[in-house]
C-alpha cells in the first residue's frame, strides 16, 4: 500500500488555494531557503521538536530515552541530535506536549479518510486539497497517488511546489492538478545557489514546461529583503515571467520571522535573526514595478 510521512493537515485552509481546503503537508525539500518558515519539512525523516517554554521539568524524557540521547541541564533536558533515534518515546511521555514528533507515516487510504471528512465544505465553496511541504514531489509517487485519488473523486487539485523535480515528475501530474502554486525566489542564477543551495535552472525550465503545456499556474513571489526586494531583481523577474508563452498572475509574499521559535525547538541555526519585513509600501512598489510588465499582481 502506497504511503507518505506527512507532518501536518491542516483544515478550513483558506490561503492555500481557492475555497476551504484540506492542505497536506508532506516531509522532504531539496532546498534550504535561508527564510524557510517550515523547517520542519526539509529532512525526509521524522524528527523530535522541542518547546522549552512548555516544558515542565518533569524529567520524564530523561527516564524514558534508552538511547542516552538526553541529558539535563540547570535549564532543563538537553537533547543530542546525533545520538537521537527518532524514536518518540520522549514525546509519548511528555504530558506538557514540550516534545512532539513531527512526521508520521501515513497510508493513502488514511489521507483520503481526513480528505473525505471535508467533502461539504469543498462542494459549497470550491476548494479541495492542496499538496504542501517541504515539497510535495519529493514524495513524488505518494503525491501522485493522492491526486489521483482525488481526480477520480472530482476534488478540486493544488500543488504548492519549489519547482525543483524532475521534469518527468512535472509531466506525470499535469494533468491531475488543477493548480501550481508555484514558487519563484530569485531569477540571478547566484543568488538563487546562495541563499537556496540549489541552482535555479531546472525550477525555471519546468516552469516554462508547465507555462508551455497551457498549465494553470500561479507563481509565489517571497519578498525577501537581501535577496529579491530590489528594483534589479524584481525587474529581472518580471521580465523572466512576461516572457513565458503563457504569463501567469503573480503573489506577492511578505517575509515573516513567525518561524524562529521552531528553529530553536528543532536545534538548528536561524540565518536571518535581525532582517525586518519588508513595508506595506513596499510591497506596493514591488507590486507596481511588476505590473509595468503586463503582469496582474497581487
Not at 144 to 156: G, M
Request: proline fraction near 7%; charged fraction near 20%; charge should be negative.
Amino acid at each position: 500500500m502506497q504511503t507518505g510521512i506527512v507532518f501536518d493537515i491542516k483544515k478550513y485552509s483558506i490561503n492555500d488555494g481557492p475555497g476551504i481546503r484540506t492542505t497536506l503537508f508532506l516531509k522532504g525539500c531539496p532546498l534550504r531557503c535561508e527564510w524557510c518558515h517550515n523547517p520542519e519539512s526539509q529532512s525526509p525523516r521524522s524528527e523530535m521538536i522541542f518547546r522549552p517554554g512548555r516544558c515542565d521539568l518533569c524529567a520524564a524524557c530523561l527516564e524514558a530515552c534508552e538511547y542516552d540521547a538526553i541529558t539535563w541541564s540547570l535549564n532543563g533536558p538537553l537533547t543530542d541530535r546525533q545520538a537521537c533515534q527518532r524514536c518518540g518515546e520522549c514525546a509519548e511521555v511528555c504530558y506538557s506536549e514540550a516534545r512532539q514528533m513531527v512526521g508520521r507515516q501515513m497510508s493513502l487510504s488514511e489521507v483520503l479518510a481526513e480528505i473525505r471528512q471535508d467533502l461539504t465544505f469543498y462542494e459549497e465553496s470550491g476548494g479541495g486539497v492542496t499538496l504542501s511541504g517541504g515539497e510535495p514531489l519529493f514524495q513524488k509517487d505518494f503525491s501522485l497517488a493522492i491526486l489521483k485519488a482525488c481526480r477520480e473523486q472530482d476534488i478540486h487539485t493544488v500543488l504548492d511546489t519549489c519547482g525543483y523535480a524532475t521534469w518527468q515528475a512535472f509531466e506525470q501530474v499535469a494533468p491531475i492538478v488543477d493548480l501550481f502554486l508555484y514558487d519563484l525566489k530569485a531569477v540571478d542564477p547566484d543568488k538563487h545557489r546562495k541563499y537556496t543551495g540549489q541552482s535555479n535552472e531546472r525550477i525555471l525550465a519546468n516552469l516554462e514546461g508547465l507555462s508551455q503545456l497551457g498549465a494553470n499556474i500561479l507563481v509565489r513571489i517571497p519578498v525577501i529583503p537581501g535577496v529579491n526586494a530590489d528594483e534589479i531583481e524584481m525587474s529581472r523577474i518580471g521580465a523572466y515571467l512576461s516572457s513565458l508563452p503563457q504569463p501567469p498572475p503573480v503573489e506577492l509574499l511578505t517575509y515573516h520571522n513567525i518561524a524562529e521559535a521552531k528553529y530553536t525547538g528543532l536545534d538548528m541555526p536561524y540565518a536571518l535573526p535581525d532582517l525586518q519585513p519588508p513595508t506595506p509600501d513596499q510591497m506596493e512598489e514591488f507590486a507596481g514595478l511588476l505590473r509595468q510588465f503586463g503582469l496582474h499582481v497581487k
